[in-house]
């Protein structure tokens, strides 16, 4: 089956930095690559999504970007705020006979410090 | 308001106690699964399933039991609990089935097993 390793597990930045998460898969027949957004105490809430027939998409401060040869994607932060920390996780699946199997990483906090 | 809602929100139990953690939703969804949410693990698919009658083991199935008689409702069923099955849940639901399709989550329960 997926494996989705997602890495760091946790990051801190200064406000206004720049913030770039990462996660690798295992399954090339994977087709698409969500980003979930948790905050403390809430559900997780989808931010960002990138199917494999395109390298890079962009969401005013989010972006995504594919690399499907290396088999790995990541989430870019730009000018990143207080309300941008919580925890992100990363997701791949593939749907051909399937069903709708997601296989989550295991998360990355974030913390943006004033 | 399109929604997924999960009870309860918390609960309290004692090993071997069976107990159901409610799940429905109001948007006509086709697909419906059950996650549980550990430190350092990351969301887990317990299981899935891609319409009414029509149940299938995620990841980590054991000790669960699920049931689809009506497409709104997938209860979750843990008929001899554990202290390991201490976790936070969530159900989730998907317009259909197949890869792409946005997860909406309902609000969690967060189990704990003495």
């Known amino acids: 089956g997926e494996n989705v390793e997602q890495h760091p597990s946790t990051l801190s930045v200064q406000e206004g930095d720049s913030a770039v998460i990462k996660c690798t898969y295992s399954d090339s027949a994977s087709n698409y690559f969500p980003w979930y957004k948790q905050e403390l105490g809430k559900r997780p809430q989808l931010i960002i999504d990138?199917?494999?027939n395109v390298g890079e998409k962009k969401d005013q401060r989010i972006a995504v970007t594919l690399n499907k040869t290396a088999k790995h994607f990541s989430l870019h932060i730009t000018e990143t705020q207080p309300e941008d920390s919580a925890v992100y996780f990363c997701a791949a699946s593939w749907g051909a006979g399937g069903g709708n199997k997601l296989t989550f990483g295991t998360g990355t906090q974030l913390k943006v410090e004033l | 308001e399109a929604q997924v809602t999960q009870n309860p929100r918390y609960l309290i139990t004692v090993t071997g106690k069976k107990l159901t953690v409610t799940c429905s939703q109001n948007?006509?969804?086709?697909?419906m699964s059950w996650y549980r949410q550990d430190p350092g693990l990351g969301l887990r698919q317990i299981y899935y399933s891609m319409n009414v009658e029509v149940t299938d083991k995620g990841d980590v199935p054991e000790g669960y039991k699920v049931s689809r008689k009506e497409k709104r409702n997938f209860p979750l069923i843990l008929e001899s609990p554990s202290p390991n099955q201490t976790s936070l849940y969530f159900c989730a639901s998907s317009q259909r089935r197949g890869s792409g399709e946005k997860l909406f989550f309902g609000s969690g329960t967060q189990l704990s097993v003495l």
């Open positions: 948007m006509n969804h086709e697909y």
């Open positions: 990138i199917r494999s």
